[in-house]
């Protein structure tokens, strides 16, 4: 009678028994990530995605020195097994020819350390260190960090840098497996704070603003527009032509980089310009802040004060503020000056194309000084670049991440 009237309690409490005992005792747990959580069976853990990068991290940076040379280079994976939360590592080689038969095919599979091996990786992109392995025969396999060897000359003026010919630097490359919720949370709080922290040392240090005198530098540049203008440097031109969603997906792939990465985000990047870094500066520009703001104490070496995130940022900063004086200096329709003052795009036409054209386009087209070009077969006063560069910005700006 007794079992018969508490039947269900009795059931439950079997079950919860059993739950426990196959918790403790199951050696072949299944793990999944759902909105960057690790799962196990549908009782989640507080093993989160950054944790298993961070992982990643630690296992690649206490792993051996990589072998070969640039022409044929060993790369060290930090692989998350997702089903069982395992973080293992596997190294692939890529040679020169690889590469270049990627370029014209869009193959590469990279060959095995060892032969034999039949876990199967191909490169679904080549972007050096931040390129994106695939395992066509195990979905559940993600990479969250690689090891990837670069010229130690590459890296001067970093403490990074060894003392042979060859750094190792330990990178976590985009993924769709990255791109969360949790990871993009993450570097847009990082993003965030960096700003934040730089706008405080240039208030700290007391900054007087070159296009306002007598204005504390802070006081002329929206933090947010700062923002903005980092993600639209990152995001890909011609993905950003033919994407659907206004840059949407783009720029959380931006963020997701600078969510896995954080203080290393974008800090080996450079352009076929020259330009390097988060705020992609090219060197001239960045010494040019140096010696035209001393009080701000930039760090002089420019591999160093591009790597430094608050550091470049703080000469993000004083580049827009030199350059609204600039161009309201330079500008002969002051009536347009008068009527909507140096706008963000002004600015982010200069960042990426020099105030010198961004007068030309005023002086010469007013208020339609961006609009009157948009549209144009072949443009007069601004590259091709340059408006397709102020297209992102307005898209990206309106996207209100921050």
């Known amino acids: 009678m007794y079992l018969k009237k508490h039947y269900p309690s009795f059931i439950v409490f079997l079950l919860l028994a059993g739950l426990l005992v196959w918790t403790a005792f199951n050696s072949d747990k299944e793990f999944s990530i759902e909105n960057g959580l690790v799962l196990l069976g549908v009782v989640k853990t507080q093993i ?23 022409s044929n280079k060993q790369i060290a994976l930090a692989i998350l097994n997702k089903k069982t939360g395992e973080v293992f590592e596997k190294r692939v080689w890529v040679t020169d020819q690889d590469i270049e038969y990627y370029r014209r095919t869009g193959i590469l599979v990279p060959e095995h350390e060892q032969p034999g091996d039949d876990l199967n990786v ?19 396999f993600v990479v969250v960090a690689n090891k990837y060897m670069l010229p130690s000359s590459y890296l001067a003026g970093l403490p990074e ?29 990082y ?29 002329t540049v929206d933090p ?38 954080q203080e290393r985000a974008y800090r080996y990047t450079g352009s076929p310009a020259g330009a390097s870094g988060m705020a992609q500066f090219i060197r001239p520009t960045y010494d040019s802040m140096v010696i035209r703001y001393p009080e701000a104490k930039l760090i002089k ?32 329709r002051q009536d347009i000056i008068r009527q909507i003052g140096i706008t963000e795009e ?7 194309g020099g105030p010198g054209r961004v007068v030309r386009s005023v002086n010469e087209y007013g208020m339609a000084w961006v609009s009157s070009q948009l549209n144009l077969s072949k443009t007069t006063v601004f590259r091709k670049e340059t408006l397709n560069y102020i297209k992102k910005f307005q898209s990206i700006k309106g996207l209100r991440i921050f």
């Open 48 to 70: 989160s995605m950054e944790q298993k990068i961070n992982e990643g991290i630690e296992l690649l940076s206490a792993s051996p020195v990589l072998e070969g040379d640039l």
């Open 122 to 140: 191909e490169v679904q992109w080549w972007n050096s260190f931040n390129s994106y392995f695939i395992f066509p025969d195990n979905p559940e």
């Open 161 to 189: 840098q060894s003392g042979g010919q060859y750094t190792d630097i330990i990178y976590s490359p985009y993924s769709k497996d990255l791109h969360l919720p949790e990871i993009i949370e993450k570097g847009k709080k």
């Open 191 to 219: 993003l965030e704070e960096r700003v934040d922290k730089a706008f405080e040392q240039l208030e700290a240090r007391k900054v007087f603003s070159r296009s306002s005198p007598g204005s504390i530098i802070t006081a």
């Open 224 to 261: 947010d527009f700062i923002k903005n203008i980092i993600l639209v440097e990152h995001i890909d031109p011609q993905g950003f032509i033919i994407s659907t969603d206004g840059g949407k997906e783009l720029t959380e792939r931006v963020l997701t980089v600078i969510g896995a990465n």
């Open 301 to 332: 070496d420019y591999n160093m004060g591009m790597a430094d995130h608050t550091n470049a940022i703080k000469a993000m900063v004083l580049f827009f503020d030199l350059h609204k004086k600039d161009i309201s200096n330079k500008v002969t």
């Open 346 to 352: 002004m600015l982010a036409a200069a960042y990426n």
